[in-house]
Protein backbone atom coordinates (compact mmCIF):
# COMPACT_ATOMS: atom_id res chain seq x y z
CA UNK A 1 0.00 0.00 0.00
CA UNK A 2 2.50 2.30 0.85
CA UNK A 3 4.44 1.84 -2.43
CA UNK A 4 1.24 2.18 -4.68
CA UNK A 5 0.56 5.29 -2.52
CA UNK A 6 4.43 6.80 -3.42
CA UNK A 7 3.72 5.61 -6.94
CA UNK A 8 0.94 7.57 -6.84
CA UNK A 9 2.56 10.48 -5.61
CA UNK A 10 5.76 10.02 -7.56
CA UNK A 11 3.75 9.88 -10.79
CA UNK A 12 1.49 13.08 -10.25
CA UNK A 13 4.46 15.14 -9.19
CA UNK A 14 6.08 14.48 -12.42
CA UNK A 15 2.89 15.51 -14.39
CA UNK A 16 2.74 18.95 -12.54
CA UNK A 17 6.41 19.34 -13.11
CA UNK A 18 6.05 19.06 -16.78
CA UNK A 19 3.06 21.14 -16.77
CA UNK A 20 5.19 23.98 -14.86
CA UNK A 21 7.79 23.02 -17.64
CA UNK A 22 5.46 23.89 -20.32
CA UNK A 23 4.11 26.60 -19.10
CA UNK A 24 7.74 28.34 -18.99
CA UNK A 25 8.48 27.53 -22.33
CA UNK A 26 5.77 28.57 -24.18
CA UNK A 27 6.03 32.28 -24.01
CA UNK A 28 9.60 32.04 -25.13
CA UNK A 29 8.42 30.43 -27.92
CA UNK A 30 5.30 32.93 -28.29
CA UNK A 31 7.97 35.47 -28.18
CA UNK A 32 10.20 33.92 -30.90
CA UNK A 33 7.20 33.62 -33.33
CA UNK A 34 5.35 37.48 -32.95
CA UNK A 35 9.07 39.10 -32.88
CA UNK A 36 9.30 41.57 -35.80
CA UNK A 37 11.83 40.09 -38.67
CA UNK A 38 15.19 42.81 -38.66
CA UNK A 39 15.53 44.23 -41.77
CA UNK A 40 18.69 43.54 -44.14
CA UNK A 41 20.67 46.09 -42.78
CA UNK A 42 19.97 45.70 -39.59
CA UNK A 43 20.94 41.86 -39.48
CA UNK A 44 24.44 43.28 -40.78
CA UNK A 45 25.39 45.46 -38.31
CA UNK A 46 22.64 46.12 -35.95
CA UNK A 47 22.08 49.22 -37.64
CA UNK A 48 21.30 51.32 -40.48
CA UNK A 49 24.82 52.05 -41.07
CA UNK A 50 24.90 49.35 -43.98
CA UNK A 51 29.06 49.35 -43.73
CA UNK A 52 28.98 53.46 -43.91
CA UNK A 53 31.02 53.86 -40.45
CA UNK A 54 28.72 52.42 -37.35
CA UNK A 55 29.65 55.77 -35.63
CA UNK A 56 27.66 57.62 -37.63
CA UNK A 57 23.88 57.81 -36.52
CA UNK A 58 22.06 56.19 -39.52
CA UNK A 59 18.48 56.15 -40.36
CA UNK A 60 15.54 54.98 -42.48
CA UNK A 61 14.34 57.32 -44.68
CA UNK A 62 11.16 57.36 -42.49
CA UNK A 63 12.86 57.93 -39.18
CA UNK A 64 15.45 60.43 -40.96
CA UNK A 65 13.06 63.28 -42.38
CA UNK A 66 10.78 62.78 -39.11
CA UNK A 67 13.98 63.35 -37.35
CA UNK A 68 15.04 66.38 -39.60
CA UNK A 69 11.52 67.89 -39.03
CA UNK A 70 12.25 68.14 -35.05
CA UNK A 71 15.74 68.60 -35.28
CA UNK A 72 15.53 71.38 -38.07
CA UNK A 73 18.77 69.89 -39.67
CA UNK A 74 19.65 69.28 -43.72
CA UNK A 75 19.38 65.59 -44.94
CA UNK A 76 22.02 63.90 -46.14
CA UNK A 77 21.00 60.54 -48.30
CA UNK A 78 22.84 57.94 -49.00
CA UNK A 79 21.65 55.10 -51.88
CA UNK A 80 23.46 52.14 -52.63
CA UNK A 81 23.33 48.27 -53.50
CA UNK A 82 24.59 45.48 -52.14
CA UNK A 83 26.87 43.40 -54.91
CA UNK A 84 28.69 46.84 -55.95
CA UNK A 85 32.38 47.55 -55.46
CA UNK A 86 32.14 51.34 -56.46
CA UNK A 87 29.56 51.22 -52.56
CA UNK A 88 32.26 49.20 -50.89
CA UNK A 89 34.78 51.63 -52.31
CA UNK A 90 32.67 54.36 -50.77
CA UNK A 91 31.91 52.08 -47.51
CA UNK A 92 36.12 52.72 -46.61
CA UNK A 93 36.12 56.04 -47.54
CA UNK A 94 33.22 56.81 -44.65
CA UNK A 95 35.07 54.70 -42.73
CA UNK A 96 38.96 56.54 -42.25
CA UNK A 97 37.29 59.81 -42.70
CA UNK A 98 37.34 62.03 -39.26
CA UNK A 99 36.14 64.91 -41.00
CA UNK A 100 32.84 63.01 -42.69
CA UNK A 101 32.20 62.40 -39.19
CA UNK A 102 32.64 65.18 -37.53
CA UNK A 103 30.11 67.10 -40.18
CA UNK A 104 27.80 64.42 -39.97
CA UNK A 105 26.98 65.62 -36.45
CA UNK A 106 24.94 68.56 -38.10
CA UNK A 107 23.37 66.40 -40.49
CA UNK A 108 20.85 63.76 -40.13
CA UNK A 109 22.32 60.86 -42.08
CA UNK A 110 19.85 58.22 -44.08
CA UNK A 111 20.93 55.18 -45.96
CA UNK A 112 19.15 53.40 -48.07
CA UNK A 113 19.49 50.75 -51.02
CA UNK A 114 18.11 51.23 -54.46
CA UNK A 115 15.01 48.87 -53.75
CA UNK A 116 13.66 51.06 -50.51
CA UNK A 117 12.72 54.47 -52.85
CA UNK A 118 9.04 54.65 -52.85
CA UNK A 119 7.10 53.71 -55.74
CA UNK A 120 5.93 56.84 -56.77
CA UNK A 121 9.10 58.37 -56.38
CA UNK A 122 11.36 55.91 -58.32
CA UNK A 123 11.85 57.90 -61.77
CA UNK A 124 11.38 61.42 -59.91
CA UNK A 125 12.50 63.00 -56.45
CA UNK A 126 15.52 60.35 -55.83
CA UNK A 127 17.10 60.53 -59.26
CA UNK A 128 16.93 63.95 -59.69
CA UNK A 129 19.16 63.70 -63.01
CA UNK A 130 17.18 61.24 -64.54
CA UNK A 131 19.78 58.09 -63.94
CA UNK A 132 19.86 55.31 -62.09
CA UNK A 133 23.33 54.88 -60.58
CA UNK A 134 24.86 54.03 -57.63
CA UNK A 135 26.36 55.17 -55.21
CA UNK A 136 25.11 58.33 -55.62
CA UNK A 137 24.71 60.67 -52.14
CA UNK A 138 21.28 63.36 -52.48
CA UNK A 139 20.91 66.41 -49.79
CA UNK A 140 18.14 67.68 -49.11
CA UNK A 141 15.81 69.91 -46.75
CA UNK A 142 14.30 69.18 -43.30
CA UNK A 143 10.96 69.03 -45.28
CA UNK A 144 12.05 67.25 -48.04
CA UNK A 145 12.72 69.07 -50.79
CA UNK A 146 16.18 67.87 -52.75
CA UNK A 147 18.93 70.49 -52.71
CA UNK A 148 19.15 69.43 -56.94
CA UNK A 149 22.07 72.06 -56.45
CA UNK A 150 24.13 70.55 -53.91
CA UNK A 151 26.31 68.08 -56.36
CA UNK A 152 29.61 66.16 -56.74
CA UNK A 153 31.06 69.43 -58.42
CA UNK A 154 34.67 68.26 -58.81
CA UNK A 155 33.50 64.64 -60.35
CA UNK A 156 32.25 63.05 -63.59
CA UNK A 157 29.37 65.53 -64.57
CA UNK A 158 27.72 63.10 -66.26
CA UNK A 159 27.07 61.68 -62.50
CA UNK A 160 26.69 64.63 -60.76
CA UNK A 161 25.12 62.55 -57.62
CA UNK A 162 28.31 59.91 -57.83
CA UNK A 163 30.99 60.52 -55.02
CA UNK A 164 34.14 58.52 -54.47
CA UNK A 165 36.48 60.80 -52.63
CA UNK A 166 36.61 62.03 -49.55
CA UNK A 167 36.93 65.62 -50.60
CA UNK A 168 34.34 65.28 -52.91
CA UNK A 169 32.09 64.46 -49.63
CA UNK A 170 32.87 67.09 -48.01
CA UNK A 171 32.80 69.61 -50.37
CA UNK A 172 29.09 68.88 -50.80
CA UNK A 173 28.76 68.70 -46.74
CA UNK A 174 30.60 71.83 -46.08
CA UNK A 175 28.35 73.80 -49.02
CA UNK A 176 24.83 73.16 -47.32
CA UNK A 177 25.95 73.37 -44.16
CA UNK A 178 27.88 77.13 -44.85
CA UNK A 179 25.17 77.95 -47.66
CA UNK A 180 27.24 78.44 -50.63
CA UNK A 181 27.70 77.03 -53.91
CA UNK A 182 29.61 73.28 -54.37
CA UNK A 183 33.31 73.83 -56.02
CA UNK A 184 33.16 73.23 -59.46
CA UNK A 185 37.13 73.46 -60.54
CA UNK A 186 38.70 70.05 -61.05
CA UNK A 187 41.14 68.50 -58.22
CA UNK A 188 45.07 70.11 -58.87
CA UNK A 189 47.01 67.49 -61.13
CA UNK A 190 49.64 67.04 -58.38
CA UNK A 191 47.37 65.82 -56.13
CA UNK A 192 46.40 63.16 -58.93
CA UNK A 193 43.50 63.10 -56.40
CA UNK A 194 44.94 60.69 -54.17
CA UNK A 195 44.26 62.89 -50.63
CA UNK A 196 41.03 61.58 -49.01
CA UNK A 197 40.90 58.68 -51.59
CA UNK A 198 40.40 54.78 -50.96
CA UNK A 199 41.35 54.22 -54.39
CA UNK A 200 44.22 56.07 -55.36
CA UNK A 201 45.92 54.72 -58.46
CA UNK A 202 49.82 53.66 -58.00
CA UNK A 203 52.46 55.83 -59.64
CA UNK A 204 52.71 52.60 -62.06
CA UNK A 205 49.27 53.06 -63.06
CA UNK A 206 48.33 56.16 -65.35
CA UNK A 207 44.90 56.12 -64.65
CA UNK A 208 43.91 58.93 -62.74
CA UNK A 209 41.44 58.39 -59.24
CA UNK A 210 38.62 60.24 -61.49
CA UNK A 211 38.65 57.94 -64.27
CA UNK A 212 38.60 54.95 -61.82
CA UNK A 213 35.74 56.50 -59.93
CA UNK A 214 33.92 56.72 -63.25
CA UNK A 215 34.61 53.61 -64.69
CA UNK A 216 33.12 52.09 -61.62
CA UNK A 217 30.17 53.93 -61.70
CA UNK A 218 29.51 53.12 -65.67
CA UNK A 219 30.02 49.72 -64.78
CA UNK A 220 26.82 49.69 -62.38
CA UNK A 221 24.77 51.48 -65.08
Known sequence: GINAEY???S???LKSLFFLSCLLVLPLVLTE????????????SGSWSRGYNDAIPWKSLKDGFEEAVKEDKPVMILISKSDCPACDLLKEVFKKSKKILEL??????I???DREIPPNEINSKYHPDGLDYVPRILFADPDGDIRIDIFNGIGNPEF???????DQVVNSMTAVLEDTPVPT???APESNGEEGSCQAPST?????????GNKEVKDEL
Open 204 to 212: ADSTTADEQ
Open 111 to 113: TMV
Open 185 to 187: HPP
Open 104 to 109: SEDFVM
Open 7 to 9: GGH
Open 160 to 166: KYYYFRE
Open 33 to 44: ETEEPQTEAQNI
Open 11 to 13: HNM
